[in-house]
């Protein structure tokens, strides 16, 4: 899933501090499950809210709504009967839904109530961890099932380097050496000749570096 | 027993302080209550297991947001006691009403007043 979290709330009390009526809109996916934009967040983002202007004296309207995504057109279009009466959008979407609700419904301001951060695990409840980077190159089969590229510092493709240590990086001693982690799941699958077989350059230009991607399948596209 | 404590506390009974949500607590004070306090079983002797950990949690969010608003989160507080300490119950509502005095009443409460 996508991991955001959330921003401060002063950081969003100032972004609508000025309007009159605004609306909070929450998305029921991964912003869900990573604690910071689903509906409890967006009812207690409103809450606070309220108080904070009731507090200042200022008018301030506050109105909630959770879509079942805001990165897919038939969802972010329930709002479209709605969404004049607003000043602005407050949206706990993570960035992909805060910038399709911006193209759908350009002439309302909008602002994002999280900080989206990457592809990643729910490690335990409270603890999440990025495993993808979306390099449209996916290497898994030769590494084991652990990603280098999202997991190593360095993004090595042939690893360690000098820097693992007792099975940690020299980036932080909490973090995983993902090169240990490859050799040892390699180990155990019986497959560590796998480990001797250098790996070719990458190409990198299905990752971020080639621009901004798109993937078109026509088979399905209508 | 017939302890006696403030009658300016209104009880919400419910099943284990687990149920206790962040909203419930922040909503209690959007609609005007001074302070809000959360009594739960003593830690590790939970039913649920960590019912009243989690309920924890929830009192120091709130205590937190309410901070950033500016309604104070001294004004809510968490109580671990057992089900055979009455007289401790007491102490606590007495405790706590007499804290939220010091404070006086809720700022929401005042700038609803005032807007109305």
């Known amino acids: 899933m996508i991991v955001a979290d959330k921003k401060p709330i002063e950081e969003i009390i100032d972004m609508v501090k000025g309007y009159q009526k605004i609306l909070i809109a929450g998305c029921n996916e991964c912003v869900t499950v990573c604690e910071a934009g689903g509906k409890k967040e967006v009812g207690v983002l409103a809450s606070a809210l309220r108080m904070y202007f009731m507090n200042e004296g200022t008018k301030m309207e506050i109105d909630e709504i959770t879509l079942e995504r805001q990165c897919d057109h038939e969802y972010l279009e329930e709002i479209r009967n709605s969404i004049d009466q607003y000043d602005a959008v407050v949206s706990l979407a993570c960035g992909v839904g805060v910038q399709f609700m911006a193209e759908k419904y350009f002439g309302t301001p909008l602002y994002p109530g999280v900080n989206t951060c990457f592809m990643g695990v729910t490690e335990e409840r409270g603890v999440w961890s990025e495993r993808c980077q979306g390099c449209g190159q996916c290497i898994l089969g030769r590494t084991a099932g652990i990603c280098p590229i999202s997991r190593c510092a360095k993004r090595l493709l042939n690893g360690p380097c000098g820097g693992s240590t007792k099975g940690k990086c020299e980036i932080s001693k909490d973090l995983d050496c993902a090169w240990q982690l490859i050799i040892d799941r390699l180990k155990e699958l019986d497959r560590l000749d796998e480990y001797e077989e250098i790996a070719p350059i990458k190409d990198w230009s299905t990752e971020r570096a080639g621009g901004p991607r798109r993937v078109v399948r026509e088979d399905v596209r209508q | ?116």
């Open chain 2, 1 to 116: 027993m017939r302890l006696k404590y403030p009658d300016t506390i209104r009880i919400i009974r419910v099943p284990c302080t687990g149920k206790v949500d962040l909203l419930h607590i922040l909503r209690a004070f959007e609609k005007g209550a001074d302070g809000v306090y959360v009594v739960g079983c003593m830690e590790g002797d939970c039913r649920f297991d960590n019912g009243n950990l989690r309920a924890r949690k929830r009192v120091a969010q709130a205590q937190a947001i309410l901070d950033k608003v500016g309604v104070g989160g001294e004004r809510v507080k968490m109580f671990n006691l057992s089900s055979g300490e009455g007289p401790r119950f007491a102490e606590y509502a007495v405790e706590m009403t007499e804290k939220i005095e010091e404070m006086g009443p809720n700022p929401i409460k005042i700038a609803m007043q005032k807007a109305a």
